[in-house]
């Protein structure tokens, strides 16, 4: 343990400086060949198998196993980017322990699924490693689509695109692409700078051009794209950030969870990256967990999570809860926050209140608990700013703060479609991101070529 991780309040250099890499070292270690062969091997190859049903993308999940036990994994890596393209990520972030694995029938009668994700991830890195193309460019149609934001739904639309011949044009407000997957997620299940290995693969098809450091409602409007370009996909993400709604939330050390996490995926020092020795983290979702378990990664002594209804509610995944517990990070429940104590303008604690359900509503009970905080994180939501649809022209359909699409993707505007986290019914998946990207694709490549116009 290193001196440092003793100062009090924020600091940097808390461990040393190996510890680090160890810390934030892959979180799931991939599969070798045996071990591959032997996974797949528990395989029962389901007719009409409930895996599948519950993959967001639909992959055939008995069908690239198989081809991994029968050892052809370039063929099982073709069937899994068929669906979705950006399934070596998806192998490494997707909660499937909610998803495929949850409903496996060796999980249903053994407690013990198939691990889907980690054999999803060992055909598609062999595929990525030998830069095994599979899909080449349609001859070019003239037909010009401008994609908003380079997060999965965004490439995964322009991916679609690029296959049909299309020329695609990405603008992505960051400078680096790959949205929350550069730099949204907790950095030990994406290592290796793999969100850009990624990029480069998608866009090696040809046809796609990214130009980063463009935002929309600032470089350039809505209105703009429709008039220059044949379609427009939008796949604008979240922006906003959810107030705690708590006395003193403008103290200094109460950090937003999304920036600071995107902060340290970027950092090429962990060490000279500041945290706090006492850490709150306000929220019960993904991005709760993220911060958590990294606060403690990065030297943090106690981290709380405190959330204000109960364990079952929770967004985080059980296997999350798990990992967060597993790196000593204490979960609270049924607790909301109520004021933040500062001293010199600093955070010092957090009062909490206990909550209680009544009737079908949540509600404060009125008693209190102080917890010591030097750093508190809000990780309690992201929300749309529909300000970048400013100046667009017609205003765009919404509704809960969100945009309204059909289920093809389009919005209320001709030419506009949308799809990831910022439409209606997004929920911060990134494989739900991919499939509504990928279907938006489809949409707009059969209005483009209707009637036999190409």
């Known amino acids: 343990m290193a001196e440092g991780q003793f100062k ?12 680090y890499a160890e810390n934030f ?18 395989c029962y190859f389901c007719y009409d198998a409930p895996c599948m049903q519950a993959c967001p993308t639909s992959i055939d999940i008995p069908m690239f196993i198989r081809q991994i036990a029968t050892g052809n994994p370039l063929g099982s890596a073709k069937t899994i980017f068929d669906q979705n393209i950006l399934g070596g990520m998806c192998a490494r972030v997707c909660p499937t322990e909610t998803l495929c694995e949850e409903v496996c029938v060796r999980e249903t009668a053994e407690g013990k699924p198939v691990q889907i994700g980690r054999l999803q991830r060992y055909a598609t890195d062999i595929a990525m490693e030998e830069d095994k193309q599979f899909y080449t460019r349609a001859v070019p149609t003239g037909r010009k689509i ?3 934001g380079a997060g999965p739904a965004g490439l995964a639309a322009a991916h679609r695109l690029a296959r049909y011949g299309h020329d695609v044009t990405v603008l992505e407000a960051r400078p680096k692409s790959g949205g929350l997957n550069e ?35 600032r470089d350039f409007h809505l209105a703009d794209l429709t008039a220059k370009y044949d379609a427009v996909f939008l796949g604008l993400g979240l922006g906003g950030i959810n107030a705690l709604r708590a006395e003193g939330e403008d103290a200094g050390g109460v950090e937003n969870a999304v920036e600071y996490i995107a902060t340290l995926r970027q950092a090429s020092d962990l060490g000279v990256l500041p945290i706090g020795r006492r850490i709150v983290v306000i929220g019960g979702g993904m991005t709760a967990v993220d911060v958590a378990v990294q606060s403690k990664l990065l030297g943090a002594e106690e981290v ?10 929770m967004n985080a995944s059980v296997f999350e809860q798990d990992l967060a517990s597993a790196n000593g990070v204490t979960i609270r429940h049924w607790m909301q926050p109520r004021r933040v104590l500062s001293e010199g303008g600093k955070v010092v604690g957090i009062e909490l209140e206990y909550t209680a359900l009544k009737g079908d509503k949540l509600a404060g009970t009125g008693e209190t608990l102080t917890l010591q905080a ?14 970048s649809l400013n100046g667009s022209g ?35 998946l990134t494989v739900s991101a991919v499939a509504q990207g990928r279907d938006a694709a489809e949409s707009i490549h059969k209005s483009l070529t209707a009637n036999g116009r190409a």
């Open 8 to 19: 009090e309040g924020i600091a940097a250099g808390r461990l040393a400086a190996a510890q």
């Open 25 to 42: 070292s892959d979180l799931h270690p991939p599969l070798d060949h045996h071990e591959a062969l032997v996974e797949a091997d528990r």
């Open 146 to 148: 401008a994609v908003v």
């Open 183 to 217: 730099y949204g997620i907790a950095a030990y299940k994406s290592t290796d700078d793999f969100a850009q290995a990624e990029v480069e693969y998608v866009t090696a098809i040809g046809g796609i051009t990214i130009e980063n450091g463009k935002a929309m409602g």
């Open 304 to 313: 709380t999570i405190c959330y204000r209804r109960g364990q079952e509610h």
């Open 374 to 387: 030097d750093q508190v994180f809000k990780a309690i939501g992201q929300t749309f700013e529909p300000a």
């Open 394 to 428: 017609p205003s765009m359909a919404m509704e809960g703060g969100r945009i309204v699409v059909d289920d093809q993707g389009r919005t209320s505007l001709a030419k506009v479609w949308a799809g990831g986290d910022c439409i209606l019914g997004g929920d911060d």
